[in-house]
């Protein structure tokens, strides 16, 4: 394979935003850990020893965190800040070949370094003719993609590799389904994008984890489908780069399209779900006259508010404030406004228990009082995963039935996921230099958005029966006419291409395997020191090859894709029967371990009853 090299000149761009989640992800992380130590420290009564080596234990995480904070940040943050020069990858000049092996999904992801796969990425958007039908320059197209490769984590599965592959799918799915017949160049195009970002900075620990581990991204999106949300999220921070943003010259209605249809957290919930969500008893204001629930939905949510100013002055005198001693995060769930006990107070009654002397607590000592604010008293704190995982449910939104611009009034201002942001970071985010959407006309946007967001949430597993089921009941009667019936059936193709390593050769298919299982050994080990449930399909000690690849291909890959056929009959040689193949041989090497394990067995028993004679 011939291929000519022409070296660009050095360039380095990418999001500051991508920083930001991973250090709070980072400190959350370990805050839960340090929460978790002193837990044990202060509640179980541990032995001297014990308490000891925990008490070092804690030191050290301490340690640890102070220091990725102050450093870590830096570098990374320096290693990011946006540049407007000419990307550094290498362009690969593609042979022929090369091009027509790209085309098939049998290509082989294995055998490119990053700056090829960033080529042969750009070489995709040419040949779509999506370059040239849409104005993108060419050069914001390389600052872009060199963008996505930098945000895509080192993981075992979840990195660029797979970006790339799922992307090279879903390009050889447009050639091999001729697509470009049935969609526009529009849908073409959020196809790719949505391919190419749809695991963008993945930590490599599923949703389930995120969960049960009640992490920043599971806490920041309610729950529901956290990674995927955090992919959209670091995606269009990426297209915040006026000079990363290839869709900067797109008119309001072409980018409404590709960002289209559904922003809505709550659009894949089947009717009798969400017709439960927005019942008007849900609504615990329901029956408040307005001027009560004026007073509530006030963007400010000042608890005090209402106060004469005298008392308030008085209030928040530093001397008359019991939570003055308190650490920053802990007052700041003490001040919510739903978490303050004395906030239907009288005036002057609150004046009388704020009082110095009226704090029960003004005597303990500062060791007592640690104990006693720490995070373990979060009253949710012992309950099961799965218990609190109701809990949070979406069902319990009491603003899911607000009109948008009730909403918009009740989530001010502490929705600004930016609000937490140190004033540097912030500074750069908002600079203008670095909004991609400057110039865009805001219906066009809309619309690229809103389509890539749909794709990327699609592919969530935990929505995979919902999405299969819809489109199984459009299929025999699917309209290409239809948006409803488009818009599903691309949702169909990304989930296809997501998980479509088994269509692949063997010796292409079967490390992406390995791959896969090294992540899940990484989470389940990890929850298991955390004491978080294990899924039985990612634990060492009971998952083998054979038995986490049968029941994946048998129940979740043929259905999906042989549905698809249906519509696309020319899959079954090159997509579906290799599926097939694939089933039978691991159903081979089950048998064969099934097998080595009884002769194992029988060897053990013999032992076993020689040494009792």
Same mark, same amino acid.
């Given at each position: 394979?011939?291929?000519?090299?022409?070296?660009?000149?050095?360039?380095?761009?990418?999001?500051?935003?991508?920083? +930001?989640?991973?250090?709070?992800?980072?400190?959350? @992380?370990?805050?839960?850990?340090?929460?978790?130590?002193?837990?044990?420290?202060?509640?179980?009564?541990?032995?001297?020893?014990?308490?000891?080596? *925990?008490?070092?234990?804690?030191?050290?995480?301490?340690?640890?965190?102070?220091?990725?904070?102050? !450093?870590?940040?830096?570098?990374?943050?320096?290693?990011?800040?946006?540049?407007?020069?000419?990307?550094?990858?290498?362009?690969?000049?593609?042979?022929?070949?090369?091009?027509?092996?790209?085309?098939?999904?049998?290509?082989?992801?294995?055998?490119?370094?990053? &700056?090829?796969?960033?080529?042969?990425?750009?070489? $995709?958007?040419?040949?779509?003719?999506?370059?040239?039908?849409?104005?993108?320059?060419?050069?914001?197209?390389?600052?872009?993609?060199?963008?996505?490769?930098?945000?895509?984590?080192?993981?075992?599965?979840?990195?660029?590799?797979?970006?790339?592959?799922?992307?090279?799918?879903?390009?050889?799915?447009?050639?091999?389904?001729?697509?470009?017949?049935?969609?526009?160049?529009? @849908?073409?195009?959020?196809?790719?994008?949505?391919?190419?970002?749809?695991?963008? @900075?993945?930590?490599?620990? &599923?949703?389930?984890?995120?969960?049960?581990?009640?992490?920043?991204?599971?806490?920041?999106?309610?729950?529901?489908?956290?990674?995927?949300?955090?992919?959209?999220?670091?995606?269009?921070?990426?297209?915040?780069? =006026?000079? +990363?943003?290839?869709?900067?010259?797109?008119?309001?209605?072409?980018?409404?399209?590709?960002?289209?249809?559904?922003?809505?957290?709550?659009?894949?919930?089947? =009717? @009798?779900?969400?017709?439960? /969500?927005?019942?008007?008893?849900?609504? $615990?204001?329901?029956? %408040?006259?307005?001027?009560?629930?004026?007073?509530?939905?006030?963007?400010?949510?000042?608890?005090?508010?209402?106060?004469?100013?005298?008392?308030?002055?008085?209030?928040?005198?530093?001397?008359?404030?019991?939570?003055?001693?308190?650490?920053?995060?802990?007052?700041?769930?003490?001040?919510?406004?739903?978490?303050?006990?004395?906030?239907?107070?009288?005036?002057?009654?609150?004046?009388?228990?704020?009082?110095?002397?009226?704090?029960?607590?003004?005597?303990?000592?500062?060791?007592?009082?640690?104990?006693?604010?720490?995070?373990?008293?979060?009253?949710?704190?012992?309950?099961?995963?799965?218990?609190?995982?109701?809990?949070?449910?979406?069902?319990? &939104?009491?603003?899911?039935?607000?009109? =948008?611009?009730?909403?918009?009034?009740?989530?001010?201002?502490?929705?600004?996921?930016? +609000?937490? %942001?140190?004033?540097?970071?912030?500074?750069? /985010?908002?600079?203008?230099?670095?909004? $991609?959407?400057?110039?865009?006309?805001?219906?066009?946007?809309?619309?690229?958005?809103?389509?890539?967001?749909?794709?990327?949430?699609?592919?969530?597993?935990?929505?995979?029966?919902?999405?299969?089921?819809?489109?199984?009941?459009?299929?025999?009667?699917?309209?290409? !006419?239809?948006?409803?019936?488009?818009?599903?059936?691309?949702?169909?193709?990304?989930? *296809?291409?997501?998980? !479509?390593?088994?269509?692949?050769? $063997?010796?292409? +298919?079967?490390?992406?395997?390995? *791959?896969?299982?090294?992540?899940?050994?990484?989470?389940?080990?990890?929850?298991?020191?955390?004491?978080?449930?294990?899924?039985?399909?990612?634990?060492?000690?009971?998952?083998?090859?054979?038995?986490?690849?049968?029941?994946?291909?048998?129940?979740?890959? /043929?259905?999906?894709?042989?549905?698809?056929?249906?519509?696309?009959?020319?899959?079954?040689?090159?997509?579906?029967?290799?599926?097939?193949?694939?089933?039978?041989?691991?159903?081979?090497?089950?048998?064969?371990?099934?097998?080595? &394990?009884?002769?194992?067995?029988?060897?053990?028993?013999?032992?076993?009853?020689?040494?009792?004679?």
């Amino acid at each position: 394979m011939a291929l000519t090299l022409a070296r660009l000149a050095p360039y380095h761009l990418c999001g500051e935003a991508r920083i +930001a989640f991973k250090i709070n992800e980072l400190k959350m @992380d370990v805050t839960n850990r340090l929460a978790m130590l002193e837990k044990r420290v202060e509640l179980e009564g541990m032995k001297v020893v014990e308490i000891e080596k *925990c008490r070092n234990d804690i030191k050290k995480l301490r340690e640890e965190m102070a220091s990725r904070n102050n !450093s870590s940040f830096l570098e990374e943050n320096k290693k990011l800040a946006p540049r407007r020069d000419v990307p550094s990858y290498p362009k690969y000049h593609l042979s022929q070949e090369t091009v027509e092996a790209l085309r098939q999904p049998t290509f082989d992801v294995w055998q490119w370094e990053p &700056n090829e796969m960033l080529s042969c990425l750009e070489h $995709m958007y040419h040949d779509l003719g999506l370059i040239r039908d849409f104005n993108i320059n060419p050069i914001t197209l390389k600052r872009w993609l060199l963008c996505i490769h930098d945000n895509y984590r080192n993981n075992p599965f979840h990195n660029f590799r797979h970006c790339f592959c799922v992307s090279q799918m879903m390009y050889s799915m447009v050639h091999l389904c001729s697509l470009q017949e049935k969609f526009t160049q529009i @849908d073409i195009l959020i196809l790719m994008t949505a391919a190419v970002c749809h695991d963008l @900075d993945h930590p490599g620990y &599923n949703n389930t984890y995120q969960i049960n581990a009640r992490t920043e991204l599971a806490v920041r999106y309610n729950d529901i489908s956290p990674l995927e949300n955090h992919h959209c999220a670091i995606a269009f921070h990426i297209f915040s780069q =006026p000079h +990363a943003n290839m869709f900067a010259h797109f008119d309001p209605d072409t980018f409404k399209q590709i960002r289209q249809p559904h922003a809505n957290m709550f659009a894949h919930f089947d =009717p @009798d779900t969400f017709k439960q /969500i927005r019942q008007p008893h849900a609504n $615990m204001f329901a029956h %408040f006259d307005p001027d009560t629930f004026k007073q509530i939905r006030q963007p400010h949510a000042n608890m005090f508010a209402h106060f004469h100013p005298d008392t308030f002055k008085q209030i928040r005198q530093p001397h008359a404030n019991m939570f003055a001693h308190f650490h920053p995060d802990n007052f700041k769930q003490i001040r919510q406004p739903h978490a303050n006990m004395f906030a239907h107070f009288h005036p002057d009654t609150f004046k009388q228990i704020r009082q110095p002397h009226a704090n029960m607590f003004a005597h303990f000592h500062p060791d007592t009082f640690k104990q006693i604010r720490q995070p373990h008293a979060n009253m949710f704190a012992h309950f099961h995963p799965d218990n609190f995982k109701q809990i949070r449910q979406p069902h319990a &939104n009491m603003f899911a039935h607000f009109d =948008p611009d009730t909403f918009k009034q009740i989530r001010q201002p502490h929705a600004n996921m930016f +609000a937490h %942001f140190d004033p540097d970071t912030f500074k750069q /985010i908002r600079q203008p230099h670095a909004n $991609m959407f400057a110039h865009f006309h805001p219906d066009n946007f809309k619309q690229i958005r809103q389509g890539t967001i749909t794709l990327i949430l699609a592919t969530d597993m935990a929505r995979h029966g919902e999405i299969l089921d819809s489109f199984k009941q459009k299929v025999d009667i699917f309209d290409f !006419s239809n948006e409803d019936h488009l818009t599903c059936l691309k949702m169909v193709l990304i989930k *296809c291409c997501d998980i !479509s390593n088994e269509v692949r050769p $063997m010796e292409v +298919a079967e490390p992406w395997v390995d *791959c896969l299982l090294e992540e899940y050994f990484m989470q389940s080990d990890r929850e298991k020191a955390e004491g978080l449930p294990v899924a039985p399909f990612m634990d060492r000690e009971k998952v083998t090859k054979p038995t986490a690849q049968i029941g994946f291909i048998k129940f979740v890959l /043929i259905p999906m894709f042989e549905t698809v056929m249906k519509l696309f009959p020319q899959m079954e040689e090159v997509m579906v029967q290799p599926l097939r193949e694939s089933r039978d041989r691991y159903e081979e090497l089950k048998q064969i371990d099934d097998a080595m &394990n009884e002769v194992q067995k029988k060897k053990s028993e013999n032992l076993t009853m020689g040494k009792k004679k």
